[in-house]
């Protein structure tokens, strides 16, 4: 009895080694399933392939990255203004802070909402030098379609 007793333990200790391992690789392979990523070479030709891409963003805008979640509306966008200036649809943020962008990619600093200058439609936008960074969250997502009544 001691001997299956030794047995079963050992089984749950080398199973729960294994989940503590196997869960957060199946979590993390789960969420980048749910993730769509493209480069495009202009502004015009992100937003003629993917309907998804703000009708913002300039058409001379260049070297365009782009990254969803297909289970909600979590964007994140970096592209290089010619100008350096938001686009002419754009608001200051006057005083209101942004939220961190719920999706990354290597691409996308971290901490760029500390510096968001601005909003295109449901976007956060941040311009550094010539590059524009921009980010939807899911709940402005969400109200933007609402609104809309899409």
């Known amino acids: 009895m001691r001997g299956v007793l030794i ?3 050992g089984a749950v200790a080398v199973l729960g080694v294994a989940a503590a391992v196997a869960v957060p690789e199946a ?9 769509q990523t493209s480069s495009y070479a202009t ?10 891409v703000p009708r913002w963003l300039p058409d001379g805008a260049s070297s365009v ?5 297909t289970t909600g509306g979590e964007r994140i966008l970096r ?3 010619h100008d350096g200036r938001l686009p002419a649809q754009c608001e200051p943020l006057d005083g209101e802070s942004a939220p961190d962008p719920e999706i990354s990619a290597s691409w996308f600093p971290s ?10 439609g449901s976007y956060y936008v941040s311009i550094e030098d010539h ?3 921009a980010w ?15």
């Open 7 to 9: 047995g079963v333990v």
């Open 111 to 120: 901490g760029v909402a500390d510096s968001a200058k601005g909003r295109c």
């Open 27 to 35: 979590r993390e392979w789960y969420d980048g399933r749910h993730e």
């Open 43 to 52: 502004g015009k030709e992100a937003k003629g392939e993917r309907e998804s």
């Open 79 to 81: 592209a290089t203004l």
């Open 65 to 69: 990255e782009y990254a969803m979640r």
């Open 131 to 133: 590059t524009l960074y």
């Open 136 to 150: 939807q969250t899911n709940d402005d997502w969400v109200a933007e379609n609402r609104d809309s009544g899409q």
